[in-house]
Nanobody, 114 residues
């Protein structure tokens, strides 16, 4: 099993930056993929960015060139650096880890005002 604890959300004006962190504990060596997803009311949760155990990275088209996903050397913490934020980036952001099944963090609110 894996436990995920997110931090770093908050409120920012358009054009600003935030960095989200997701600290994993438990069976971290069994994690195949970690990533960030986001959800707004009435909509399905959508992929933002993922990074595999081997380091392959994938981004949603809407965040390419603005967001960067990376992790620490121990692969215990995954970060999402968000630059040039837009109001449409406003959402609850969730960290996810896959070890045969998905594990989710509790979510952190990101609010971008125009």
């Amino acid at each position: 099993q894996v436990q995920l604890v997110e931090s770093g959300g908050g409120s920012v004006q358009a054009g600003g930056s935030l960095r989200l962190s997701c600290a994993a504990s438990g069976s971290i060596l069994s994690i195949n993929v970690m990533g960030w997803y986001r959800q707004t009311p009435g909509k399905q949760r959508e992929l933002v960015a993922t990074i595999t155990y081997g380091g392959t990275i994938n981004y949603a088209d809407s965040v390419k060139g603005r967001f960067t996903i990376y992790r620490d050397g121990a692969k215990r913490t995954v970060y999402l650096q968000m630059n040039s934020l837009k109001p449409e980036d406003t959402a609850v952001y969730y960290c996810r880890a896959e070890l045969g099944r998905p594990y989710w963090g509790q979510g952190t609110q990101v609010t971008v005002s125009s």
